[in-house]
């Protein structure tokens, strides 16, 4: 049997136990953290789009998972809900591409975010694919916290298409 795959967007985590899961997602300026406990065979993903909210800043509580910070807390307490250990706890860091230059690199930031907040935590970190230009495609087993990550190339320019031109004949138009 195939195994079942689990797409996550910004602002979403997942955490699954089951050996058929592969939890994916699409990375640009943001940043996914995968974290598993290789004893509690329990895994989880997060995607969040920045580090954390300016203190000026209202946010609406629906919006806060978007913001690392509180990503992380979420993924971690559901992974503890699912029986992981903290002091077992893995990482692998993926995404903070600096894509557009006129975002004045946030990439960069939401990578920094997400390597001092496993410092300041203890969670070691296996690996982590942070920065470059271009994007990320992320797959993770969360059962056995292997994941694959992949450059996404960039797309061809659409090829111009010729406007159509409109003529006339009688009483039927055509393009």
Partial sequence: MPPRR????????????????IITTLLGS???????????HVGGMNHFLLPQP?????????????YGVHAMELLINEMMKQGAA??????????GA????GLGG?????????????????????????GGRLARKVEF????????????????????QPLPVKTSGGDLELF
């Fill in 30 to 40: 943001c940043v996914a953290v995968c974290l598993y406990d290789s004893v509690a």
């Fill in 106 to 130: 946030i990439g960069t930031a939401n990578g920094d975010f997400a390597r001092q907040f496993m410092t300041t935590e203890g969670i070691p970190i296996g690996h982590a694919e942070l």
């Fill in 54 to 66: 300016r203190m000026d800043t209202h946010v609406e509580k629906a919006e806060m998972q978007r």
């Fill in 86 to 95: 903290r002091p077992r706890l893995r990482a692998h860091l993926y995404g």
């Fill in 6 to 21: 689990i797409n996550i967007m910004q602002g979403e985590h997942c955490v699954m136990s089951d050996p058929q899961v």
């Fill in 98 to 101: 600096n894509i557009f230059s």
């Fill in 141 to 160: 087993q969360p059962y056995e916290g292997k994941v694959r990550s992949s450059v996404v190339a960039d797309t061809p320019a659409p090829v111009a």
